[in-house]
């Protein structure tokens, strides 16, 4: 979000040796983050208002012409291609020196006295894109110079400050606002300066709005859970024009193109106060002298063409604002193309309303529709606000608009409550939370200035929370202790380390006995560890002659394919071999994990709690495969006995019963191949019971 430091002087007053760079510093130590502070000016130094003195036909050229030019301090000479440079014209001259974009385009370049066909030119003559002011003065044609004579400047002054760009804008990290909707405009964000600078935010002018009777006006909002407060009123006489140089400086200033008086006054409210709103032409909802404006729901299926031309698919919990019959706008994010302001509008319809900000943020993703206005109503507004922005709206309407008035009465549909409960933080909540004592008064002086009222009760404060910060921000005791040391300063409070208790941790057997288990197959044997999901699909368990009966199953599984619980390792390490086999003539991989037995009991759910979970013993699984090796088995023998030899136990082997034709079949591998394969359980019963004894399994080929 960009910030003029200009307009936020309107505000509050700052005194005159404040730097943009000092409030940046504060805002940054306390509010939000500014992430750079840029000055207009600076863009436009040495360039000065000239007048064209002469101006005369290039001898070599003949689309130039040679021009003199009085800068102030003397008269020069100025080779220039502007298709309109005319004798007696006042124009933007760049001096040698100066930084300009060749046509608006690419990196700025710096001018230097030179020839142009023969002919010396003293600097330029800019069109307004070449210096940056293409959004303020846009070009009639390619090559059409910067036409300053209207203004009625004198030569030699410099070119910032006869254009009014002395401003300097602090570009604000959008993310660093997601909590703080005041502060999305730039009378929000003087409260706060103020506050930083212990000065007075000034009163925001605005007029009550004096009722109209020509015009009937009726408002009626279907879900009142989707819009809390719905304002409007009609305003007649109005003429489509050009909005005044001032009000054209302060958009373009924070990056907003302007495009007519109606349509800029409903973006300077915005900008200023950080409530929404949209201004409709009266021709869309008029019927027999009486408007109609409705916040209803999307029909299924239903279509809608934004103002931006494209068509959208809503969905039924999409609100739309409709003149009973058509809809005219998405409420809350963009108008239609047939509900915008045209050249020869004559009466204007305005809203200010105050839209659910879930709804907001579900309707603008869905659609892939950012904006400005969804930016701010999805992050809660103040309902007053509503109110205020609508008197804003009006008494700049019948200023630009000169002949205008109110055409009907102000349509209020509210379905909100301010929230009046008091917070109750004790005294001594504050040197709990902050870890140092604040003088009473410090806190109540800081609360009151930022807008809170306090009163205090058997050592417990009940903080009024004001409105503009009671949707969805401030709320508990947690936040009024924010409140208070962010202003007072985090630089503030004294630093000093935390009383921890610095015995070590009780050692974790199993923990440390994976990670030895892991080194000596890893490091010794050259394995590779495996990491797995632990879920298996309904096909793994059948072809190892598993019931998928006897494994957990998940109610919302990661994948559909793989709904249930693994009882083993082997499995999905079976997949990671017979995938990767084509990689490698040999893969020697292992896994250590846990497994999930449904029919055995396993720890608690919580502590002192009769639920238990199924039983989840963690396994040790290795498996080796090697082209051409028909004893696949000796290796993962000697993996066990290496394993054993160092955690210091004994080991012996014994043949097993052959099961294959119970446990079913190995997935296909590749000719040339056999798998070995070991499996361990119960780590920490080769702590206790030693030697343990392994039995070497004759099945699926892991052994002869």
Known sequence: MLISFNWLKQHVSLPD???????????KMSTVEVESVRHLGKELDQMVVGKVVSADKHPNADKLQICRVNIGVETVQ?????SNVAEGMLVAVALPGAQV????????????????????SFGMI??????????????????????????GL?????????????DSILEIDN??????????????LAREVAVLFNREVLPYAEKTIVPGKELGLKVTVADPALCHRYMAVAVAGVTVAESPAWLRECLSAVGIRPINNLVDITNYVMLDIGQPTHAFDARRLQAAKKITLAAVLAAEAQTFTTLDGKERSLTADTLLITNGVAPLALAGIMGGTDSGIAPDTTTVVFESATFDAVAIRRTSTRLSLRTDSATRFEKSQDPLNAERALNKLVELTLQLCPGSKVASAVADVKHFRLAKQPIEVPIAFFVEKIGQELPLKTITTILERLGFTVKEKKKVLLIGVPSWRATRDVRIPEDIVEEVLRIYGYENIAPCLPRLLLAPPSPNALRNLERRVAEVLSLELGFTEVYNYSFVSEAQIKRLGGDP??????????????????????????ENITTNLHRADSLKLFEIGKVFHADESGPRTREQSDELLPRQDTWLTLMYVRKKDASPFWEARRAAETICRRLGLAVSFYPGARTRSTRGNIPPVPPGYRLGSLCLVGYMSFIRNSPLAMVSKNEWGFSR
Request: aromatic share 4%; net charge negative; glycine share 8%.
């Open 17 to 27: 040796s404040t730097t943009p760079e000092e409030v940046a510093d504060k805002l």
């Open 126 to 151: 800019c069109a307004s894109d070449e210096i940056g002011l293409g959004e303020q003065f846009p070009k009639k044609e390619e090559k059409e110079i910067l036409d300053l004579t209207a203004l």
């Open 154 to 166: 004198r030569p030699g002054t410099a070119l910032a400050a006869a254009l009014h760009q002395t």
């Open 175 to 188: 993310k660093s606002l997601s909590n703080r909707p005041d502060l999305l405009g730039h009378y929000g």
């Open 78 to 82: 100025i080779v220039c291609g502007g």
């Open 101 to 120: 974009r060749w046509h608006g385009q690419g990196e700025p370049i710096v001018l230097e006295q030179t020839a142009i066909r023969g002919q010396d």
């Open 549 to 574: 009966a006897e494994y957990l199953q998940l109610d919302n599984p990661i994948s559909k394919e793989k709904p249930f619980l693994r009882r083993n390792l082997l499995p999905n390490l079976i």
